[in-house]
């Protein structure tokens, strides 16, 4: 999954089944690929709604924990 906010790609990470979410870049809060700290982040509620949406594909089972880098909060760190 690729997420685009104009001309900068703020989001790529890839989903399995039934629960495995693989984040490769991010734009947020001690990205390695965005040394500004540029912040995108979904609010709660989009957020919920988002994961929500993963969760009617494929049999996912994604909780709203897995998808912290996509908040926008300053509380999740790449473990990569």
């Given at each position: ?5 104009g001309?900068l790609?703020v ?9 495995k979410?693989d984040v490769i ?6 990205s390695?690929w965005d ?5 995108f982040?979904f609010?709660?509620e989009?957020?919920k709604?988002?994961v ?8 996912f089972n994604?909780?709203?924990?897995q998808?912290?880098?996509?908040d926008q909060?300053?509380?999740w760190?790449?473990t990569?």
């Amino acid at each position: 999954m690729d997420i685009t906010f104009g001309d900068l790609m703020v989001s790529e990470f890839s989903l399995s089944s039934p629960n495995k979410v693989d984040v490769i870049q991010y734009s947020s809060y001690h990205s390695k690929w965005d040394p500004s700290e540029t912040v995108f982040g979904f609010d709660d509620e989009s957020l919920k709604k988002v994961v929500d949406l993963f969760n009617q594909l494929d049999s996912f089972n994604f909780t709203l924990d897995q998808f912290k880098f996509l908040d926008q909060r300053d509380n999740w760190h790449s473990t990569s």
